[in-house]
């Protein structure tokens, strides 16, 4: 029996603002426009959304919806504190609220002044997920994610010979990819050199290891499939969504096996959810926080075999044109840090056939994920609908 | 009009705000000992300290002395001060340790070269008073 959520939702509406580092505008209004920009892209009115998620904590909350949308009548208000697994994750809450009839639309959407406004480690200090590493890791100098997830991309380099090579491989290939989308921070190429001789940030990781910290937003709008038919734009159906918890998931520290994300449990569900495996994906928008990151979860997704992921990167696989083209927009690393959400739009975007010159030929089933706080993960898999 | 530049406060050493739960473990830092929490229900060690159980799901627990040996798990050179308390200390080592007693432990790894570090490398936890009412763990070779 298929499952009861598979196909009932679709995203109906993408908009995002420009990424840059520096501006004027307020987390909030970025938010905003980007949040009137997805509505527009959907053919809705703001008056037609009647449920909202937005990315906690940091950004609008669901007051401002109503005081900046005008929303006559607001029926669902839910925040999903995953950090980076937030935007995915929120994708099937969501498809449950459309798919019962709870909602009709929902508005999923992000805005933040990564840039201009507080950086990483004073935005975490909110963050009840990082009690437990602000008690007892931050005084002994352990806080930033670059820190904590660095002992991690440690082990697995110690265990399978994973190297800084394939690590430089994810930056300068995602890196081509931004140069392709225009709507990018980071807009001239990077080399395997380059990504060398980068400055050493938490070993192994180097600054080209890191994603951006810039200033933007984005959004999307969930409807139901059937509704979302007869909306502006070609359908693309939610076939899979899960997120996932780790074991210890406030404490890598304690987690039994450090390099187990909450991704290990979620995509099995997702897959099963669309019948469908790793194999039949024609690319693949991957959370990237940090280069390895990506190499980790392409494991953990089944694309290749527990400490594989090192060589499974190299050859062209990852690139447009290749096996399995990876984050076509220039992702966290390279195009702009909102959480993800600019991944949701991307895989959107390239399922409608309107990715530019990043466009993967004939693009019809493709996979997202999330990955955040300190391990949590989430995953959607997304069709061309007929 | 010119006026005096003003120095810039000191940063401040993030410090552990304890819980109930976890003053006891802050509490035997304190007194150089390092005490783990042992559920009363089923025997087992568990850390961070929490007040229930998972695995018989008792909310009695006792702390107790545990051994301070261990091997390392897995670590990291901090060399970018995200707080800029640590500017003055990087590059220093943060190193995960499989402690003997069970659990694991994340601290400062000190008087070992970073280059010779393996997985499996025998260290030990020793206790650094930083103000009156709190001692951080380190580690050193073993």
Known sequence: ?386 | MSTAPIAAPAPERPLPTPTRESQPYWDGLREGRFLLQYCSGCGKVRHYPRPVCPHCFSMESTFREAPTGGAIHSWTVCHHPFNFYFKASVPYIVALVDMDAGVRVNAQLRGVAPDSLKIGQRVKLAFEPVNEQVTLPFFVAE
């Open chain 1, 1 to 386: 029996m298929s499952h009861p959520l598979r196909e009932k939702a679709a995203i109906s509406g993408i908009g995002e603002t420009a990424y840059t580092r520096g501006t004027p505008k307020s987390g909030l209004a970025l938010q905003m426009e980007a949040s009137l920009a997805a509505i527009a892209d959907a053919g809705l009115s703001p008056r037609d959304i009647d449920g909202v998620v937005p990315y906690f904590p940091g950004g609008g909350i669901a007051e401002d919806f109503v005081a900046n949308l005008g929303l006559p009548d607001l029926a669902l208000s839910v925040f999903v504190p995953m950090g980076g697994a937030t935007c995915v994750a929120a994708i099937q809450t969501a498809a449950m609220a459309v798919a019962t009839g709870v909602c009709r639309n929902v508005l999923i959407s992000v805005g933040r002044t990564g840039y201009s406004g507080a950086r990483v480690s004073s935005r975490l200090q909110q963050f009840p997920q990082f009690a437990l590493t602000a008690e007892h890791e931050a005084p002994i100098g352990l806080f930033a994610p670059a820190q904590l997830y660095a002992q991690g991309a440690r082990r697995h380099m110690e265990l399978y010979g994973t190297t800084p090579r394939h690590m430089a491989e994810i930056a300068v290939v995602t890196r081509e990819h931004a140069i392709l989308n225009g709507n990018v921070v980071m807009n001239k190429p990077l080399t395997v050199e380059e990504h060398h001789a980068s400055r050493m940030i938490s070993d192994p990781f180097r600054l080209f290891d890191c994603s951006l910290e810039s200033d933007g937003g984005a959004a999307v709008v969930i409807s139901a499939a059937d509704r979302a038919r007869d909306l502006a734009r070609p359908l693309v159906t939610i076939m899979g969504v899960a997120e996932g918890h780790p074991e210890s998931p406030a404490a890598i520290s304690q987690r039994p096996d450090i390099l187990e994300f909450g991704l290990t449990r979620a995509a099995p569900r997702a897959f099963a959810m669309a019948g469908v495996g790793p194999k039949d994906m024609d690319l693949a928008e991957i959370y990237d926080c940090f280069t390895f990151t990506v190499l980790r979860q392409l494991e953990i997704l089944g694309f290749c075999k527990d400490g594989e992921g090192g060589p499974f990167v190299m050859d062209g696989r990852i690139r447009l044109g290749g096996e399995l083209p990876i984050n076509t927009h220039g992702g966290l690393l390279s195009q702009g840090h909102v959480v993800g959400l600019n991944h949701v739009i991307e895989l959107t975007r390239q399922l409608r056939r309107d990715a530019g010159k990043a466009q993967v030929k004939d693009a019809e089933l493709g996979l997202v994920t999330g990955y955040g706080d300190l391990g949590d993960g989430s995953i959607a898999i997304l069709r061309r609908a007929a």
